[in-house]
């Protein structure tokens, strides 16, 4: 059974930080493209950024240069460092797994949502 928890979110205020972590588990994580979407109140589902099974990395224009994802095979772990932050990334960020090795922004398995606030 797949499963994805995050963890992280919280408040910050304009140009602070917050690292957000996914938990995988139920399937060969190192096999698979990871990624985060993000849901602002009010709006759309936003596709953030993902991680190939490999390591090559995508990013969405609205946070290219701020933020940035890794992963970690060996603990089954995928992190988002967000730096810069602006009010507009308030949202609900959710953690993913896609469907093939490669990033094509689609996703398969989400986790439950991380809430991230970012307000002077």
């Known amino acids: 059974q797949v499963q994805l928890v995050e963890s992280g979110g919280g408040l910050a205020q304009p140009g602070g930080s917050l690292r957000l972590s996914c938990a995988a588990s139920g399937f060969i994580f190192s096999s698979y493209a990871m990624g985060w979407a993000r849901q602002a109140p009010g709006k759309g589902l936003e596709w953030v950024s993902g991680i190939s099974a490999g390591g090559e990395t995508h990013y969405g224009d609205a946070v290219k240069g701020r933020f940035t994802i890794s992963r970690d095979n060996s603990n089954n772990t995928v992190l988002l460092q967000m730096n810069s932050l602006l009010p507009e990334d308030t949202a609900l960020y959710y953690c993913?797994?896609?469907?093939?090795?490669?990033?094509?922004?689609?996703?398969?398995?989400w986790g439950q949502g991380a809430q991230v606030t970012v307000s002077s």
């Open positions: 993913a797994k896609g469907p093939h090795w490669y990033v094509d922004r689609s996703y398969d398995y």
